[in-house]
């Protein structure tokens, strides 16, 4: 078992910043990689971010680059994500997931944290 807990998400003005965090236990050794996902409503999910544990090698979404930045503390099994330059169609819920395998599409992380809620306020 993975547990995944997110934190940081809240209501913030357009053009503004937010720092998520994803704290991971568990047994997080049988995971190497980390993402982040978001899903507004009526919306599919999107893949916002990845990161590999093991190496650092990063990946973003085309919507996010270039304004969201993923890391990670190795010593604190913690993922962040950085938010910079919010706008109203980053509203939405966003997820913290693990998968063996580093990947960028969600059907590859078996677990998953209890989402926390981004607003974008216009």
């Known amino acids: 078992q993975v547990h995944l807990v997110e934190s940081g998400g809240e209501l913030v003005q357009a053009g503004g910043s937010l720092r998520l965090s994803c704290a991971a236990s568990g047994r997080t050794s049988s995971r190497d990689a980390m993402g982040w996902f978001r899903q507004a409503p009526g919306k599919e999910r999107e893949f916002v971010a990845a990161i590999s544990w093991s190496s650092g090698l990063t990946y973003y979404g085309d919507s996010v680059t270039g304004r969201f930045t993923i890391s990670r503390d190795n010593a604190k099994n913690t993922v962040f994500l950085q938010m910079n330059s919010l706008n109203a169609e980053d509203t939405a819920v966003y997820y913290c997931?693990?998968?063996?395998?580093?990947?960028?599409?969600?059907?590859?992380?078996?677990?998953w944290g209890q989402g926390t809620q981004v607003t974008v306020s216009s």
């Open positions: 997931a693990a998968s063996r395998f580093f990947r960028t599409y969600a059907g590859a992380y078996d677990y």
